[in-house]
């Protein structure tokens, strides 16, 4: 460094010229020790200036970043701007690509329909906080009979039976449940730390404010729901507690065909 050449020599020249036997008055020997405190001092605030630069430039390296603000209008002055400007734009790429992985994480566990959770989302809420509940329990919403209706009034009547259903069972469980949509005609309403008594409780109320019917643009449709429940201790799998809700449906749907069977034997004979 050219202030650390210069603050030796002018140290070392002072110390040789007195030792030497010249003679300076005292005005003299105050000059250069002066002018070496002063190219000291220039020489260190140089030296912790490139350290900034230095540290600045290590942590952009490792992907951080920790500006310099260094206003000086010099050479080292440039170059602390310079460095600057880019860990600007690192950082302005990582904003971007946080962004852009919220945006991913938020698609890919929602319905893009009714922005609802959708199974994936339900799936892994279960797993991670599942161990931290008491109890959870699913009840599975079917919707019978949309894609008839879907054939037969368009998608754009369907999709706005799916968000009638949507708010509906959102406002029915408020925030004692999540409701997730499982399938195109299939609702998942979410439980955890709720007894048998409480279920009951929300599939009464979620019973209830699906048998109205729904307004859409192609009038009022009344949907059929088909409504079971599936619960387990100490948390549990979305998808098996689903599976055992099926399968509980399709037994009670059994159970009713065979009683309508025998109805209709009984009244033919």
């Given at each position: 460094m050219i202030w650390w050449t210069f603050a030796v020599g002018a140290v070392l020249g002072g110390v040789w010229l007195v030792i030497g036997g010249v003679h300076f008055g005292a005005a003299s020997i105050v000059t250069i020790a002066i002018g070496a405190a002063s190219a000291a001092a220039e020489w260190i605030r140089t030296e912790r200036r490139m350290r900034r630069i230095e540290?600045?430039?290590?942590?952009?390296a490792r992907g951080a970043s920790a500006r310099i603000d260094d206003p000086a209008d010099d050479r080292i002055g440039d170059l602390a701007r310079s460095i600057d400007r880019i860990?600007?734009?690192?950082?302005?790429?990582?904003?971007?690509?946080?962004?852009?992985?919220?945006?991913h994480w938020h698609e890919t566990r929602h319905?893009?329909?009714?922005?609802?959770p959708n199974?994936?989302?339900v799936t892994e809420s279960l797993a991670a906080s599942g161990a931290e509940w008491s109890s959870t329990a699913v009840?599975?919403?079917?919707?019978?009979?949309?894609?008839?209706l879907s054939k037969r009034l368009g998608h754009v009547v369907?999709?706005?039976i799916v968000l009638g259903v949507a708010a509906r069972?959102?406002?029915?469980?408020?925030?004692?449940?999540?409701?997730?949509?499982?399938?195109s005609n299939r609702f998942v309403?979410?439980?955890s730390g709720t007894g048998p008594n409480e279920v009951a409780r929300v599939r009464a109320r979620v019973d209830e404010v699906l048998s109205a019917p729904i307004e859409t643009s192609g009038g009022l449709h009344a949907i059929t729901v088909g409504i079971e429940h599936a619960s387990a201790r100490r948390g549990g799998d979305a998808r098996r507690l689903v599976s055992e809700a099926e399968a509980k449906r399709r037994r009670a749907l059994a159970r009713s065909a065979e009683r309508d069977l025998a109805r209709s034997r009984a009244a033919a004979n």
């Open positions: 540290r600045s430039a290590a942590a952009l860990g600007e734009r690192i950082e302005a790429a990582e904003r971007g690509r946080r962004r852009i992985e919220r945006l319905d893009e329909l009714t922005g609802l199974r994936r989302h009840l599975v919403v079917d919707l019978d009979g949309l894609d008839l369907a999709d706005e069972l959102t406002a029915a469980v408020g925030e004692d449940a999540v409701v997730a949509r499982w399938a309403v979410a439980m």
